[in-house]
């Protein structure tokens, strides 16, 4: 069983003034395997925060459908099962980082012993044990982000959505959340997430789909997507002057491999979208 599959959802919302809709997804389908991190990217205004939001109930498609774990997104049973860090959270800024976390945890449901306890494991994680008494209102951008990811992760889910995660953030900031989500994928949680950052994206996802105007315009493992079969690439461990002149006629014991060379998403990304265009008649 996949822990999300979305089939040909759409959604449109209505114009200003009478005018007309605007369609936000067009028939977007997918699937997420259980235990690995899906990434989707795409320009502003793709469409990624909508598929989001579908996702963990906030709105509904007009047409098609969401699933988590087999049952409909907007399942009661969900909710325990999916941990959601929208691009912008909002916290109470009076409240320290422990007594944000201790908040979230009583409404899922904790209390006493276990919720200290999952407070001190959680502060651990996201690396602010030592500003777990300052409060959130003096925390940077990447410290209210992590804290974000610890109240995602109260109630124990089995996927974490995460919109823009590192939106915003120091690059310090951003490899700290870029290993926390790499740490939660060892330990066998979903990961979903969508970003504009590609080269982040390219490091620590399994699959990734790329949304342009609502459309899913490309798809697939980050070794289909970037597998250019036009080039090759070899790789000589400790080559010596003398080998590299000598290349072709003799490699010996330093030959370590022969295997497609790789684009980098980012010209996968750019390469879909002019395709799109041409396709329009629009380049």
């Given at each position: 069983m996949n822990a999300v599959e979305i089939e040909q959802i759409h959604k449109s919302f209505p114009g200003h003034w009478g005018r007309g809709g605007v369609y936000a997804v067009k028939g977007v389908s997918l699937q997420i395997p259980q235990g690995g991190v899906y990434g989707l990217i795409g320009p502003n205004g793709s469409g990624k925060s909508t598929i989001m939001k579908a996702l963990v109930g906030l709105l509904s498609p007009d047409a098609g459908y969401c699933r988590v774990f087999g049952q409909p997104a907007t399942a009661a049973?969900?909710?325990?099962?999916?941990?959601?860090?929208?691009?912008?959270?909002?916290?109470?800024?009076?409240?320290?980082?422990?007594?944000t976390i201790r908040f979230y945890g009583k409404l899922c449901g904790l209390s006493g012993r276990a919720l200290q306890e999952r407070t001190t494991e959680l502060l651990e994680l996201v690396g602010l044990t030592e500003a777990a008494h300052r409060r959130v209102g003096g925390y940077s951008k990447g410290m209210l982000q992590r804290i974000g990811l610890a109240q995602a992760l109260v109630q124990q889910p089995r996927l974490l959505v995460l919109d823009e995660p590192t939106a915003g953030v120091d690059p310090i900031g951003s490899r700290t959340i870029r290993d926390i989500i790499l740490e939660l994928k060892q330990r066998g949680m979903t990961v979903f997430l969508c970003s504009h950052l590609l080269e982040q994206v390219q490091e620590i996802c399994d699959r990734v789909g790329i949304l342009y105007q609502g459309c899913l315009i490309a798809e697939g493992s980050m070794d289909e997507l970037t597998r250019d079969t036009r080039r090759n690439e070899v790789i000589l461990r400790n080559p010596s002057p003398e080998l590299l002149a000598e290349l072709q006629r003799v490699a010996g014991d330093a030959w370590e491999s022969c295997s497609p060379a790789r684009n980098s998403l980012e010209k996968v990304f750019l390469d879909g979208i002019r395709a799109r265009l041409e396709a329009e008649g629009r380049s």
């Amino acid at each position: 069983m996949n822990a999300v599959e979305i089939e040909q959802i759409h959604k449109s919302f209505p114009g200003h003034w009478g005018r007309g809709g605007v369609y936000a997804v067009k028939g977007v389908s997918l699937q997420i395997p259980q235990g690995g991190v899906y990434g989707l990217i795409g320009p502003n205004g793709s469409g990624k925060s909508t598929i989001m939001k579908a996702l963990v109930g906030l709105l509904s498609p007009d047409a098609g459908y969401c699933r988590v774990f087999g049952q409909p997104a907007t399942a009661a049973a969900n909710r325990r099962e999916i941990g959601f860090l929208p691009e912008n959270p909002y916290f109470y800024k009076f409240l320290t980082g422990a007594e944000t976390i201790r908040f979230y945890g009583k409404l899922c449901g904790l209390s006493g012993r276990a919720l200290q306890e999952r407070t001190t494991e959680l502060l651990e994680l996201v690396g602010l044990t030592e500003a777990a008494h300052r409060r959130v209102g003096g925390y940077s951008k990447g410290m209210l982000q992590r804290i974000g990811l610890a109240q995602a992760l109260v109630q124990q889910p089995r996927l974490l959505v995460l919109d823009e995660p590192t939106a915003g953030v120091d690059p310090i900031g951003s490899r700290t959340i870029r290993d926390i989500i790499l740490e939660l994928k060892q330990r066998g949680m979903t990961v979903f997430l969508c970003s504009h950052l590609l080269e982040q994206v390219q490091e620590i996802c399994d699959r990734v789909g790329i949304l342009y105007q609502g459309c899913l315009i490309a798809e697939g493992s980050m070794d289909e997507l970037t597998r250019d079969t036009r080039r090759n690439e070899v790789i000589l461990r400790n080559p010596s002057p003398e080998l590299l002149a000598e290349l072709q006629r003799v490699a010996g014991d330093a030959w370590e491999s022969c295997s497609p060379a790789r684009n980098s998403l980012e010209k996968v990304f750019l390469d879909g979208i002019r395709a799109r265009l041409e396709a329009e008649g629009r380049s």
